[in-house]
Every structure is written in structure tokens, then in C-alpha cells.
């Protein structure tokens, strides 16, 4: 809007539509209108005002901002002649912490609790007439950490995207919400919501930089709340958490951990590869026919890895842990093969539980999604993973990956153990894992020496292996 009085006009049309009982149309063209319309003789009951989405004012020129702010000031300051007793702006801290909205502290707005969750749903599924498997509800509730416009966008995209799939049974199962997520299209819808949009034009922006770096190197991929010590860390996390990104255990804490699954994959995919361009410069590695060569892509990848990022993930603990690994790779794949060959990559976290709801026992592990023309692809990354940990993903991937009905499936096992490339962990050769492709990447703790032992099918019904090969590092 680029004038007041389309502001103001827009302001009484919307007023007009929502409280027609109130309001009449043309009756609110300008801030005097605004004010002499809420008078406390025209009014039987006190008012109060709630202005979502408020932040979005800020983006407008200096003198719509002041005729709102200066309407609202007004009424403030002769508070006994209006009907307006209180006037709530919803929005980001940091952005309408300013008069005449004095905030002294914030109100950190709960998340829903899955109980809630299931309930909103099963309301859901008694309007619409269909089931919702409990597994799906839960997997909603998981991704989103029970944040309400999370979960409602979850809602839409099943009403919108997945009813006019289903069946005449109208059940919508495990399956079919699985594949629907590990596509880009929920990422599209999220960034077309102005909380979202905003948060990502925020991050983008120079005076952010620091807060990335600190994100990029100790939060994304975590989902366990992180205590920080050092003064300007807490200072940038406290940045992040007024912007959504973050949430922080309590006030009486500095324990921060990533806002929901959700929020993680969009800073991954529409954030980080843009701050951090570095990518293979030759071309993406095809057979004649066009399908991806992708051990070749995961060397060429690796061989671009940001050093600096793997020595700070390795912070508190002896090897980065596996989102590290998941955001670099991601990051890569998005510069280079989505670039120039308009690709699909779509990153997912995944939980695993394996103990009910004890927090003690869930874990989180990352795919990344390949989609083009001729094939789907399915990267499972681990870290420093276990023979029984790595017999347990040769397992699941093949059940992932059918769902999904994934072509291409692929364990990749990050570690800085030396064994991993020196004595490569393999499937059981006992025809249940034809169709599981291996690679295990071995490299220092300062990233300076890097060695890959793989396990890929070269021909159909024939694996090739490659044992303790150097990669050369850019």
C-alpha cells in the first residue's frame, strides 16, 4: 500500500466485512474516521483490539506506520473517551515492542499439547468425514511441536492436497502422508504463510549473519534443548528465538533447542544455501541416459564440505553429529543440482521412539530426497553409526524408501573412525538388501583426510565395492 488513505480505505472495507454489525462500508477512510468510530457513547461494552500479524505494519512507509501508531496512541492517551479498553498487537517481540504497544515482557504463546492436537483433528475428521490414522496425527504433532499455525497448515494441505486422494474408505494412512511430506509442497505452502516468509527475509538479511553461523553450527538438526554459557551466544539465541526459529526452555534458562522439525527443514533448504553458496564446479554426474551417477555426486559433494562447519560441530562432543552432515550435504545438493539441473531435494527428520513417550528415548535421524525425471532417490546419512545401528537402517530404509517408492536407496555413514572405511559394515548378503546401495566416509577430526568405502550396484543384480579410496579435497 503506498498511501494512507488506500491504507485506511483498506482497513474500514475489512472492518466492514468482518463486524458488519458494527461497521458500514466507506464509513473508515482515514485515521480521524478510525477514531470517531469507536467513541464510548456509539459503544454499550468496552472493546478490545486485536491486531494479528501486526509486524507486517513495519514494512510499510513512514507515514502509514505513524497514522496507525498516532490513531492508536490517541485513543490510548484519552483512554475514558473511547470503547477501546485494550488494543493487543500479535507478532514478533522484537518488532512491535514500541509505542504504543509497551511490552514489559513477552508472552510466550504455548504450543499445542498432542492431546489438543488429536482433538483438533478428530473435529476435523468428523466434518469431513474420513479417518486420519492415530500414526499421522502423531507424525503431525512431532514435525510441528505442536505449534498452532503448524498444525492447522497441516490440516489445510490434508483438505486441499490429500482428500481427493483417498479412497472410498476416505482413510488417510501412514503411507500416502508420508510421501506427501517428503515432498516440497508443504515447504511451498509454509512459505507463503507471512510468519514464515518473514522469518526467512529476516535471516537473510547482513545484521543476521552472526545468528546463522550459531544456528548453523549448534542447533539445526537438534531437537534437545542446548545450554549455552558465553554471553553474545545467549544474546544471538535470544535474536533467534524472537524470530521463531528457536525455543527456550524457560526464562530462567538458556537452554535453547530449533522451534519444530518444520521450521528446521525451511532454514535448511530456503536459508543456508543461500548465505553459503560453495559448491562442485563441474557438471552434475549423469549416465548417457540422464540418470544420476550418485556416488559420484556424493564424492563431488563431499569434496565440498565447509571445513569450518564440521570443526564446530564437533563442539562438545569428538564427531559432529549427524545433522551436520545432513544440512552440508543439503546445502551442496541445492547449489549445484537443483541449480543446474532443476532438481528436487527435499530434506526429512525423522523420529524414532522407541520406549512410548520417554524423551530419553527418541532419536532423530535425516533423509535426504532426490526426485528428477527418471528417478527417486533416498539418502539415509548416519554418524559414527554401530553395526547393529547400521543393520537397523538397512532394514528401515527398505521400508521408507517403499513407501515412498523410492529407485535409488542409499545408506550414507558419516564417521571419524577408522575402521568405517578400513572395514566397511556390508547388508547380509542374503537377498533382502539387493537394493540397498552403501557408503561410508571416513575423515579426521580436522577434516584434512577423507576416505570413502562403498557398496553400490553397478549393473542389475550386480554390486561393486570400493574399499578405502582418498577423497581429494578442494
Not at 62 to 84: H, M, P
Not at 188 to 203: A, E, G, P, Q
Request: hydrophobic residues 40%; contains cysteine.
Amino acid at each position: 500500500m503506498d498511501t494512507k488513505d488506500i491504507f485506511w480505505s483498506s482497513i474500514g472495507t475489512k472492518l466492514a466485512i468482518n463486524a458488519p454489525k458494527y461497521f458500514k462500508l466507506n464509513e473508515v477512510k482515514s485515521a480521524d474516521d478510525f477514531m470517531l468510530k469507536f467513541r464510548k457513547n456509539d459503544w454499550k461494552s468496552d472493546v478490545v483490539l486485536f491486531i494479528d500479524e501486526c509486524d507486517t505494519l513495519f514494512e510499510a512507509n513512514d507515514g502509514i506506520r505513524s497514522s496507525f501508531l498516532g490513531a492508536i496512541r490517541n485513543i490510548k492517551n484519552s483512554k475514558r473517551n473511547y470503547a477501546i479498553w485494550s488494543s493487543v498487537a500479535i507478532g514478533p517481540l522484537n518488532k512491535i515492542n514500541v509505542s504504543p504497544f509497551n511490552v514489559n515482557e513477552p508472552f510466550r504463546n504455548p504450543n499445542f499439547t498432542l492431546a489438543q492436537v488429536e482433538s483438533l483433528y478428530k473435529d476435523y475428521e468428523d466434518d469431513d468425514k474420513l479417518t486420519i490414522v492415530p500414526e499421522v496425527i502423531k507424525d503431525i504433532y512431532e514435525r510441528t511441536n505442536g505449534h498452532a499455525g503448524l498444525v492447522c497448515l497441516c490440516g489445510k494441505a490434508i483438505k486441499n492436497n490429500l482428500e481427493k486422494k483417498l479412497d472410498e474408505r476416505r482413510c488417510l494412512d501412514f503411507t500416502l502422508w508420508s510421501s506427501f511430506v517428503a515432498s516440497s509442497q508443504l515447504m511451498d505452502r509454509m512459505i507463503m504463510y507471512n510468519t514464515f516468509r518473514n522469518m526467512v527475509c529476516d535471516l537473510l538479511k547482513p545484521d543476521a549473519k552472526d545468528a546463522l553461523d550459531l544456528l548453523r553450527s549448534v542447533f539445526l538438526g537438534l531437537f534437545d534443548f542446548v545450554q549455552i554459557y558465553d554471553e553474545e551466544e545467549r544474546r544471538l539465541a535470544d535474536y533467534l528465538t524472537a524470530k521463531g526459529v528457536l525455543m527456550r526452555e524457560n526464562e530462567n534458562k538458556f537452554s535453547y533447542r530449533m522451534s519444530s522439525i518444520f521450521v528446521d527443514g525451511l532454514i535448511r533448504q530456503r536459508v543456508i544455501p543461500v548465505l553459503y553458496k560453495s559448491r562442485p564446479t563441474v557438471k552434475v554426474p549423469k549416465t548417457s541416459d540422464g540418470f544420476l551417477k550418485i556416488l559420484d555426486v556424493l564424492i563431488e559433494a563431499v569434496r565440498c564440505f565447509d571445513k569450518t562447519i564440521i570443526l564446530d560441530g564437533c563442539r562438545n562432543v569428538k564427531v559432529p553429529r549427524e545433522s551436520v552432515y545432513d544440512t552440508e550435504l543439503i546445502r551442496i545438493l541445492v547449489n549445484w543440482i537443483v541449480k543446474d539441473n532443476n532438481f528436487e531435494v527435499n530434506g526429512q527428520c525423522h523420529l524414532i521412539d522407541h520406549a512410548g513417550n520417554d524423551e530419553k528415548d527418541k532419536h532423530y535421524f535425516s533423509d535426504i530426497i532426490i526426485v528428477t525425471s527418471k528417478q527417486k532417490v533416498v539418502l539415509e546419512l548416519l554418524a559414527s553409526a554401530t553395526k547393529n545401528e547400521l543393520n537397523e537402517h538397512f532394514e528401515r530404509v527398505l521400508h521408507y524408501a517403499e513407501m515412498l517408492s523410492a529407485s535409488d536407496i542409499w545408506i550414507v555413514n558419516f564417521s571419524c573412525e577408522d575402521d568405517a572405511a578400513k572395514k566397511p559394515h556390508w547388508p547380509p548378503n542374503d537377498g533382502n538388501f539387493e537394493s540397498v546401495n552403501v557408503a561410508h566416509f571416513f575423515h579426521d577430526q580436522k577434516f584434512e583426510n577423507v576416505r570413502m568405502s562403498a557398496r553400490y550396484i553397478s549393473s542389475p543384480g550386480t554390486f561393486s565395492y570400493i574399499t578405502d579410496q582418498v577423497i581429494q579435497l578442494q
